[in-house]
Structure formats: C-alpha cells, structure tokens
C-alpha cells in the first residue's frame, strides 16, 4: 500500500515538473508583433525533428515573441519551430479552437492566416481577427528545432 502510495506522488511530481507553462498574447501586442510582416518578409528556414528528419519552409521572421503569465506579468518568449498557438475563436455563434505554429503565422488583410501542420504544409486556416477571443501560446516541446545555415 506505502508503496503504491509513494508511486502515485511521484507521477504527479514528474507531471508537475513537465508541465508547459502556458502565456496569454493580447490582440494588440499580436498586431504590434506583426506590423510590417507579409508575405516578402517571411524567411526560408531548415529544421530539423526528433528523429533527424529535416524539413524546409517559410517562416515569419520574429525571434522574440512577447506575451504575458496568468498575472498579466510581461514575458519573452524566444521563438522556435516548437511554439504552439492555440487560437479561441467565434463562427457562426460557436466557440471554436485552432492550433498553429506560431513561425508559421501571419496577418493578412484582417485575419490571421496559419499552417497547422509541420508536415504538410497545405493545411492552413484563416481567421478573422475580429473573431478572435483569446489568443494562448506554450513552448510543445516536440523537439524541433533550426538548423544554423
């Protein structure tokens, strides 16, 4: 009993400790972060995945993403091909979510426009910005990462 008592702390320990802190990037400072940044700003980047595979795409060109803790506290955020966007949204009277790359997104024309695959790059979404409710951002840990050229 002791012992089963001892392995259940430990999982939730080991839960605890790996946890993604999760961060809030209010729709102005998105604006702000993306202002000037179309579609002849993106840069070619390599990348390489956990398993040694390498991929080639464009991406948006900002290094430092800022966004804030749950207290509203600033925070920096350094970009990479792991950071994940989850984007809370209204259509047609329903909450919805969509889940992007953040290296992947940009503005375009009042909506924002993302690819939600590493893998294929043909799956992509666009959302008005006006639509948007809540824009949540984490490190996924999915070791991808740059390839220095």
């Known amino acids: 009993m002791k012992e089963k008592y001892l392995i259940t702390i430990c999982i939730l320990g080991l839960l605890i400790l790996n946890s993604c802190a999760s961060y809030l990037i209010p729709m ?16 070619e ?12 795409y464009f991406a948006n ?11 509203g506290t600033s925070f920096k955020l350094t970009n990479s091909p792991s950071i994940e966007v989850r984007i809370t949204y209204v ?16 503005i375009n024309d009042n909506y924002l426009v993302g690819v939600q695959s590493r893998f294929i790059s043909a799956i992509r979404k666009s959302i008005p910005l ?6 949540e951002i984490q490190d996924g840990r999915k070791n991808f990462h ?4």
Do not use: H, M
């Open 146 to 149: 740059y390839i220095q050229k």
């Open 130 to 135: 006006d639509d948007i409710v809540k824009i």
């Open 61 to 71: 060109p900002i290094k430092i993403i800022w966004c804030v803790d749950s207290n």
């Open 28 to 43: 102005d400072s998105l604006k702000r972060q993306f202002a000037g940044i179309d579609s002849t700003k993106l840069v």
């Open 45 to 56: 980047v390599k990348v390489v995945g956990p398993y040694g595979e390498r991929y080639n």
């Open 91 to 106: 259509s047609e009277s329903k909450s919805k979510r969509a889940i992007f790359y953040f290296d992947r997104l940009n």
